[in-house]
């Protein structure tokens, strides 16, 4: 017999028209009841599109009927009326980057854990792949991309008076730190932050990308509400450190994305282990609690990246050690899981 479960599962593959994102992603799923081989679904649509409506219930009746012992299916759509004032939705005013193909945010509900690291060499990873590639720093309070990309240059004005992103390793870089001087702290509030990340997304020519990735500071605020508000994410990474300190965070992190309706593409474990130079391997934070956390959480697990002192020396001196050494164990960790990440967007 079915569950509530496979329903929701079958109706994954059901995209919102327009978009690469399903239905079940975006949050639309109101109310899924099955009993004796019927089974009842309620959508709730936000946009009043009568068609879009329409495609909709057809493909999801159309899924639905395809699992073993379904016998009856309902899809009722619910959608505000044409013209009326629709309940004010605050991703309303989301719009795709221009050219960009794939948004993907790099975070973690805890601060240190290697999130802009591993942000970095992933953007180096999808560059080694041959792919088009920027990095946006959403760091406003403590941007470290320009340092670990070794991009020093200030953006330049185009003639559509668009910022044009500075270049490193091959990939378009844009941080609050190419604006600022070093001995400027910023010290701005929300406001401020949502809209410099605006103009960090539509006035700075990206042109075409393949993959826009976006370094998010710790937590679940202002920086991470604004990205989400003016673009449509692909889909999030969260990287974690092993320990369950920094897990009770991820699952934060987990939560924020699922409220927005950002799919989780899956959980990054940094600094899992080290090892010491007589080859014995020590695991400082203990071990394998990103995997688990995955597991627990029904997330694709992408990973694990070791301590190594050629990591921290690659940030500091602005080549990540995908471009220094790409066949290091570390190099080829981030290339595998940048591998996987292009797999699961195609
Ligand atoms: N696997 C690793 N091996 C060795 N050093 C690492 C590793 N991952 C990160 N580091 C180092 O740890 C420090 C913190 O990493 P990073 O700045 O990427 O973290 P973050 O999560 O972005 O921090 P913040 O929350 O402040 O933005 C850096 O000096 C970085 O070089
Ligand atoms: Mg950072």
Redesign the pocket.
């Known amino acids: 017999m079915f569950t509530q479960a496979d329903i929701q599962n079958a109706l994954k593959a059901v995209k919102y028209p327009g978009f690469s994102r399903d239905i079940v992603s975006f949050g639309l799923v109101k109310e899924i009841s099955a009993a004796d081989g019927a089974v009842n679904v309620l959508l709730q649509l936000t946009s009043a599109s009568p068609a879009a409506a329409q495609q909709i219930k057809e493909e999801s009746e159309r899924v639905l009927k395809t699992l073993p012992g379904v016998i009856q299916v309902h899809v009722e759509v619910q959608q505000p009326a044409a013209g009326q004032g629709a309940p004010a939705n605050p991703f309303e005013n989301q719009n795709r980057v221009p050219g960009v193909k794939r948004v993907i945010a790099i975070a ?1 509900g ?11 060499n992933l953007a180096c990873a999808f560059k080694h792949l041959g792919a088009k590639v920027g990095l946006l720093d959403c ?1 406003i309070y ?1 941007p ?1 991309i320009p340092l ?1 990309m070794g991009v020093h240059e200030k953006p330049t004005i185009s003639e559509q008076e668009q910022l044009v992103p500075p270049v490193g390793h091959g990939v378009k870089v844009m941080s609050i730190g190419l604006l600022l001087t070093d001995e400027q702290p910023v010290i701005w509030r929300g406001p401020m932050i949502t809209k410099t990340i605006q103009q960090f997304l539509m006035a700075v020519e990206w042109s075409e990308l393949d993959f826009l990735l976006v ?1 998010l ?2 937590g679940t605020g202002d920086a991470q509400l604004s990205l989400c508000q003016t673009v449509p994410l692909d889909g999030g990474v969260i ?1 974690t450190t092993p320990q369950e300190a920094s897990l009770g965070v991820v699952r934060k992190g987990i939560a924020m994305f699922n409220k927005v309706n950002v799919p989780i593409l899956g959980i990054v474990e ?3 282990y080290f090892t010491a130079p007589n080859g014995e391997r020590v695991e400082i934070f203990g071990h394998g609690g990103g995997r688990t956390e995955a597991g627990r959480q029904s997330v694709p697990f992408l990973g694990e ?12 001196q602005g080549t990540p050690i995908v471009v220094s050494t790409p066949n290091h164990p ?1 190099g080829k960790c981030f290339i595998e899981i940048a591998r996987s990440l292009r797999n699961c967007l195609k």
Do not use: C, L
Not at 114 to 119: A, C, D, L, P, Q
């Open positions: 973690s805890k601060g240190g854990v290697g999130k802009s690291t591993v942000s970095a760091d403590g470290s670990m370094d500071p710790p990287v940094n600094m899992s990246i070791p301590i190594f002192t050629e990591i921290r020396e690659g940030g500091d570390a």
